[in-house]
């Protein structure tokens, strides 16, 4: 019969394994990720969520959440915002790409 301890234990191993993998998946997609001065973040509207993570991680305050109607009036939410990239102060470091946990921000030539 098996063990907590030996369920504990594979569960620890098994945590281990996808942080692993996923952290080298993360590395790999920095990485094919363009970026720098001659880049630009780029925010797909309909995939963000205004959660609000991008603005966090932005160090150049070139990220701006802006109020938008709801898509639908059954919908009873207060504020319903997205994402807004500020072009001239953004530097292309990429880190609110990576923040985002929608995929709704990409880089593209400015
Ligand atoms: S690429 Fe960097 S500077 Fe530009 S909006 Fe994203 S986090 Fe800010
Ligand atoms: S992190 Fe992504 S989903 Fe969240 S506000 Fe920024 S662009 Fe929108």
């Known amino acids: 019969m098996t063990e ?8 620890a191993f098994e945590q281990n394994r996808i942080k692993v993998l996923l952290n080298s998946m993360r590395a790999e997609e920095e990485a094919n ?3 720098g001065p001659d880049t630009v973040a ?3 509207e ?3 969520i205004g ?3 991008c603005t966090i991680v932005c160090e ?3 990220i701006e959440l802006y109020d938008v109607p709801l898509a639908s009036p ?3 939410v207060d504020i319903n915002r997205k994402a807004k990239i500020l072009r001239d102060p953004c530097t ?3 880190l609110c790409v990576l923040a985002c946990p929608t995929d709704a921000i990409t880089m593209i030539d400015r």
């Open 4 to 11: 907590i301890a030996d369920l504990q234990r594979r569960r």
């Open 33 to 35: 990720l363009k970026g």
């Open 42 to 44: 780029w925010v797909k």
């Open 46 to 48: 309909e995939l963000c």
């Open 51 to 53: 959660c609000d993570q």
């Open 60 to 62: 150049d305050d070139a």
């Open 74 to 76: 059954i919908l009873q």
């Open 92 to 94: 292309g470091c990429k």
